[in-house]
Nanobody
């Protein structure tokens, strides 16, 4: 069993920045994929960004490309989401997810390919 714990959410002004963190505890494979998804009020959960441990390949939703950066910690199973130029439409609960396998690029945005999920951390962008 793997547990994911997110942190770093909060309130930011439009144009501001926040950094989300997610750390996995438990037994994982040697080649995981981790991603961030978000769910805005009244909307379905959507893909934000993902990273593959084996080769550092990253993948972003068009809506965050150029503003958000996903990265990982080599020493532990941790993933980060650095968010810049935040917009009100970035307001959502952000979820960390882990797949115990090396996902192909086209699958990195698919929720069903991730076996483990965090509890979510709320991000509010408002003036």
């Amino acid at each position: 069993q793997v547990q994911l714990v997110e942190s770093g959410g909060g309130l930011a002004q439009p144009g501001g920045s926040l950094r989300l963190s997610c750390t996995a505890a438990g037994r994982t494979s040697s080649s995981v994929s981790m991603g961030w998804f978000r769910q805005a009020p009244g909307k379905e959960r959507e893909f934000v960004a993902a990273i593959r441990w084996s080769d550092d390949v990253t993948y972003y939703a068009d809506s965050v490309k150029g503003r958000f950066t996903i990265s990982r910690d080599n020493a532990k199973i941790s993933v980060y989401l650095q968010m810049h130029s935040l917009k009100p439409e970035d307001t959502a609960v952000y979820y960390c997810a882990l797949a115990n396998s090396r996902l192909v690029l086209s699958m990195m945005r698919v929720e069903d390919d991730y076996e483990y999920w965090g509890q979510g951390t709320r991000v509010t962008v408002s003036s």
